[in-house]
């Protein structure tokens, strides 16, 4: 019977820039809403202020991202231009290396040769990179793939927490920001455990732990100083 293990590694890159763009999407428009409201700010003032954030938010995140991303991806293929040299100049040492990589892991001397022999035969580069350098195509970066997740992620997260703000007044404001904002990185975080195969509860009550502090925290500072306008 043909078996079928399906893992999850392969989510790793736009599942953590995903994650993350969501959470700082929540975390930081309703930490702004909640600063300006706590101030004491009109309506038509915290909507500006939190869309303001949104685009902000979202293009930092991007760029941070892609710049990121990016130098890690300029760090893997300067690796991997090395070891190709490397293969071309000295076969080898580079078998040798393969080998005592493979005795570490537990084959005894010979076999590991045997397997560093064929597997460079069928894809020298390859082998070397996967099991010197620890590069392979799943967790490869991917620049342009983690800033639009990241980007996308964080605009979804920040309207949550506007669609609030357009629905309730001012005088219940906060208290409904900061409850739902609560139950949205709850539901953000396990979301994000079941894709990744983590546990549920551990991922949603680190998320709302942490999103709980940065929203308090800014909204006594809007109140330290709205207190003293």
Do not use: C
């Not at 009109?42 to 939190?50: A, F, H």
């Not at 990179?129 to 980007?151: C, K, M, W, Y």
């Amino acid at each position: 019977m043909r078996h079928i293990e399906r893992h999850r590694t392969h989510r790793i890159g736009w599942l953590r820039a995903a994650v993350l763009g969501a959470n700082d999407g929540i975390v930081s428009t309703a930490s702004l809403v909640l600063g300006v409201a706590a101030a004491g700010a009109s309506s038509k003032s915290i909507l500006i202020t939190g869309v303001a954030g949104l685009v902000a938010g979202a293009m930092s995140m991007a760029a941070g991202e892609y710049v990121s991303v990016s130098s890690q991806a300029d760090t893997e293929r300067a690796d991997l231009d090395r070891e190709r040299k490397e293969l071309a100049t000295d076969p080898r040492h580079e078998h040798e290396e393969l080998s005592a990589i493979y005795v570490g892991r537990g084959l005894d001397a010979g076999l590991a040769s045997e397997v560093s022999s064929q597997l460079m035969d069928h894809d020298a580069l390859g082998a070397h990179a996967r099991d010197e350098l620890g590069i392979s195509e799943a967790l490869t970066a991917r620049p342009v793939q983690a800033a639009l997740a990241s980007a996308g992620t964080f605009s979804v997260g920040a309207v949550l927490p506007l669609l609030v703000v357009l629905l309730v007044p001012v005088s219940a404001l906060m208290w409904v920001v900061s409850a739902s904002s609560l139950v949205f990185l709850a539901v953000l975080g396990s979301l994000a455990a079941r894709a990744g195969g983590a546990s549920v509860i551990t991922a949603a009550a680190r998320v709302t732990f942490w999103g709980a502090l940065a929203m308090a925290l800014t909204a006594g500072v809007g109140a330290l100083f709205g207190a003293g306008a």
